[in-house]
């Protein structure tokens, strides 16, 4: 079983519509993430999410917003896609227990904006 | 914030050689340093850790040294071979915090 999976895996639309990737992780963790990988492959943080609070990263544009149906799961919502939203979405989790403990990546949604 | 560099951006080595990937962190609370890997195409996958109260860690060919005065940690493969060419990433996070800073990622390229 995938322990963080997400869907659709490629996305492919036009610019001014609006789209969800969908993100489920069955490893009980308590924190959920959202990052964006660029052509440049940099890794940047959009979202952090578990039960108590939501950290946005003060660069991500609002037409982007995290919807948490329960804590295993975190769906990334977006409005008005724009080219520059194109690149790999990588859905993560992780827990804040014990000494510390790393992210699992889900297998990443390519979108394309054309 | 935390800031994490990492360097060198890419690196080229014969297979059988070494590889050292260094990273810098900023913010003296970090205590939780992964290593990531990422193959073409696919996600990012830890392959070592390191936290705060030890000075190195080894698994096999992998390495992780921590330097917590200097504020810096490192990763090192010996013997290097084709397929771990890939982009390797560091982070820092700290205990209790939500919140993992990534370096820059490190293309590595082991020529046969």
């Known amino acids: 079983d995938t322990a963080v999976s997400q869907t659709p895996k490629y996305l492919v639309t036009q610019m001014g519509n609006d789209k969800s990737i969908k993100c489920e992780q069955n490893?009980?963790?308590?924190?959920m993430y959202w990052y964006k990988q660029d052509s440049k492959k940099f890794l940047k943080i959009m979202f952090s999410?578990?039960?108590?609070?939501?950290?946005i990263n003060e660069t991500v544009p609002n037409r982007f917003s995290p919807k948490s149906p329960d804590k295993a799961h975190l769906n990334l919502h977006i409005n008005s896609l724009e080219l520059g939203d194109s690149a790999v979405y990588f859905c993560a989790s992780s827990t804040r227990q014990g000494e510390g403990s790393p992210l699992h990546f889900g297998n990443g949604t390519r979108l394309t904006v054309t | 914030g935390e800031n994490v560099e990492q360097h060198p951006s890419t690196l080229s080595v014969q297979e059988g050689d070494s590889a050292v990937i260094k990273c810098t962190y900023s913010?003296?609370?970090?205590?939780?340093f992964p290593w990531y890997k990422q193959e073409l195409g696919k996600r990012p996958q830890l392959i070592i850790d390191?936290?705060?109260?030890?000075g190195e860690k080894k698994d096999q060919r992998i390495a992780v040294t921590l330097n917590k005065t200097a504020k810096h940690f490192s990763l090192h493969i010996t013997e290097t071979q084709p397929e771990d060419s890939a982009v390797y990433f560091c982070?820092?996070?700290?205990?209790?915090?939500?919140?993992?800073?990534f370096g820059t990622g490190t293309s590595l390229t082991v020529i046969p």
């Open positions: 490893l009980g963790h308590d924190t």
């Open positions: 999410y578990n039960n108590k609070e939501l950290i």
């Open positions: 982070a820092a996070s700290k205990r209790l915090v939500v919140q993992f800073y």
């Open positions: 913010d003296s609370a970090s205590n939780y």
């Open positions: 390191i936290r705060s109260n030890v």
